[in-house]
Structure formats: structure tokens, C-alpha cells
């Protein structure tokens, strides 16, 4: 299979593959628009059982990254990076510093962050080899972590879901449940309490969910029960692909909003969602406050702009809402739709700007 016949290519503009003898690196960077700015997204180190896997990975993650900071109105455009191999075993310095190289042979096109397989301490090994890096702890700039700036427009996102089907203004009342706490799922669970949420966890990690029993009042299920269980508002915070042919059928919520990454296993799932009268708010709009903080890591914003940039997270959900009411269509497609429609808008600017 050539990358041109890959099911998930997208006329992207570059897809790069590098081999480092030396080292043993192997990595794929994918570049699927910069008609918004650099393509911009992290890097991912998995140990994939082949180079077609890889290449399915960083080409769907790298269009995602596209519409994701189009719809955020960032400067940036969609980009992704595979590193094949273990976390655990096959990562070396010399590896990370084969890929800053790799990294720079784009000249800027294309900027890195951190993804799966990727822990704080290697984003300043990579920072020794290029500059085209962001998303991390530096001295002198906005702090790195995402976690907290993603849970607070997942917190803002939800609100504005609840508004739309619900017709409350706060979540007082309501009764949530939250699949996953960790940073963005116990974030968002201390903002629902502090407003009076009614909430139900589940977590594989057994501390972490007597810490939200014992400090949030809330109901604990096993992880098996969550998506399912009886609830206003379910808010999947963890794994991908929960939404399915299966469970849809079972849910109890009114609506879903929540920072996982694929919640839909297909795309269709979103049909399936609306035709059940589901109010599905789209994952990369929805968790797009950690990309913003990134953003303004690279461009210098000071922490009242990148909250204020997050916050409006809730008014672009209430936009494709009202749009997807609208045009009877389902949420995810309205957001694909507006995110096509700004790079197309950019792609149109540049080129009457060469004319």
C-alpha cells in the first residue's frame, strides 16, 4: 500500500518517513494542512505492529489535528508525529535527539508537542535539538501542563450542552457521570461539585475514585457501568471508541461532553447518537483548551488570553448547535463542516494574495 491508497490520507501536504540507522529510530511525521499556520500536534511513541498501523495512526491524528485547531481559531494548522517502538524500553536520548533532527529537516513546517508514549522529561532532551517544539514547562513562559486549561473548557463546553438540551443555565442538579479522573476528569469533577453537580465516577484507579467519594460527594460504579448508567449528562474522560453500535442503544444520558480523544467509534455513531435524541458535543471541540494552551505557549499570550480563548469554547459549541438544529445534521459533521470552511477560507486568502 502507498501512502496515496492509505484509506485515511486526505491530500495531505507531507508525509514524511525517517530511519536512523544509528539509533533505530523510526518515525513517521504527517503535515495534513498549513493553510492556517504551521502544522501543529504531538508526538506519539507506540509500538505499532507495522508501518501500515503507524501510517493509519499519524494520518488520521494529523488531519484530526487540522480541524481541531481550525475550529479553536488558532494560527496553526494540523500535523502529527509517530515514533514506532516501545516507550518503555526502546527510548533512548539518542533516539529523541535522531527525531529532533528529524523535526528540523521540515524547516518549521511542522511543530511537536507531547502525545502518548511521550512523559515531560523527554520535551527538553527533543528541546536540545530543535527549536520547533512547545507544550511543555519553560522558564519564562505560560506553564506546559494541559490538564487543568483542558478540563476547564471541558467544564465550560459541558455547560453550554446542558443549556442547549436541557435548558439550565448551571448544573445544579444535574446529574453527571464521569468516565475517567484523571487530570481533565477530576478537574472537571471539582468544577461540577463546586456547582452543585450531582456526580457519578468510575476509574480503573480505585485511589481515585475514593478521592472523589470522600471529597466530592460522589456516587462510585465499576467502569464496566459508567457509560450506561442512569445519568443527564455523560461525561467520557478516558478511553476512545465508547461510543458504538453497542452502547448506543444503552445510553441513559441526554447528553454527552467529554475531553476523551475518538469518543465515536465511526462516523456514523454521531447519526446514531442524534436520531436518539443524544446531544453529542464534538471531542476535539469540547478538549480543545489544551492546543489553545500550547498556542499560547508558542505565540506569547499571558494566562487571561489563553483563558479567555478556552472559555470561548462554550459560545463555538453553542454555534454548532444551533447550526446543527439547523441543518438537521449532527453535531460532529456542523464542526468538521466550519473547520473545512476556515482552512478553505485561508487556502483562498493565500492565493488571491499571489495573484
Not at 513517521?28 to 498501523?53: K, Q, V
Not at 462510585?220 to 453497542?246: K, M, Y
Amino acid at each position: 500500500m502507498t501512502v496515496f491508497e492509505a484509506q485515511d490520507f486526505d491530500c495531505h501536504e507531507t508525509v514524511a518517513f525517517f530511519h536512523d540507522k544509528r539509533t533505530g529510530l523510526q518515525s513517521i511525521i504527517a503535515i495534513h494542512s498549513t493553510a492556517l499556520g504551521p502544522a501543529c500536534g504531538g508526538t506519539r511513541m507506540y509500538p505499532y505492529t507495522g508501518e501500515d498501523e503507524a501510517l493509519a495512526d499519524v494520518l488520521r491524528l494529523s488531519r484530526g489535528m487540522s480541524y481541531k485547531n481550525a475550529i479553536a481559531g488558532l494560527p496553526l494548522g494540523g500535523g502529527k508525529a509517530v515514533i514506532i517502538g516501545d516507550p518503555a524500553t526502546d527510548k533512548s536520548e539518542a533516539r529523541l535527539l535522531a527525531y529532533a533532527d528529524a523535526v528540523n529537516a521540515l524547516g518549521g513546517r511542522y511543530i511537536t508537542a507531547m502525545d502518548v508514549g511521550m512523559l515531560p522529561k523527554d520535551m527538553p532532551v527533543i528541546a536540545r535539538g530543535t527549536k520547533y517544539i512547545a507544550g511543555y514547562d519553560q522558564p519564562g513562559k505560560t506553564g506546559g501542563d494541559s490538564g487543568p486549561l483542558t478540563a476547564l473548557g471541558v467544564f465550560a463546553g459541558l455547560k453550554a450542552a446542558v443549556k442547549h438540551r436541557l435548558g439550565a443555565e448551571t448544573t445544579k442538579g444535574v446529574t453527571v457521570a464521569i468516565q475517567g479522573l484523571g487530570k481533565v476528569g477530576m478537574g472537571l469533577a471539582r468544577r461540577l461539585h463546586a456547582e452543585g453537580a450531582k456526580l457519578i465516577v468510575a476509574d480503573v484507579d480505585a485511589e481515585q475514585v475514593k478521592r472523589a467519594v470522600d471529597t466530592l460527594g460522589a456516587t462510585a460504579v465499576s467502569p464496566e457501568e459508567i457509560v450506561t448508567t442512569e445519568c443527564e449528562v455523560l461525561s467520557p474522560n478516558a478511553l476512545g471508541a465508547i461510543l458504538n453500535e453497542e452502547t448506543i442503544p444503552k445510553l441513559q444520558a441526554r447528553v454527552i461532553a467529554g475531553g476523551a480523544n475518538n469518543q465515536l467509534a465511526r462516523e456514523a455513531d454521531g447519526a446514531a447518537l442524534k436520531q436518539r435524541g443524544i446531544l453529542y458535543a464534538p471531542d476535539y471541540v469540547i478538549n480543545g483548551g489544551g492546543i489553545i494552551r500550547v498556542a499560547g505557549q508558542m505565540f506569547g499570550w499571558d494566562d487571561a488570553d489563553i483563558e479567555r480563548r478556552v472559555l470561548g469554547i462554550a459560545e463555538t459549541l453553542s454555534q454548532i448547535f444551533a447550526r446543527a438544529d439547523a441543518e438537521n445534521l449532527p453535531p460532529g459533521a456542523v464542526a468538521d463542516r466550519m473547520a473545512e470552511e476556515r482552512i478553505a477560507a485561508a487556502k483562498n486568502a493565500t492565493a488571491r494574495a499571489a495573484e
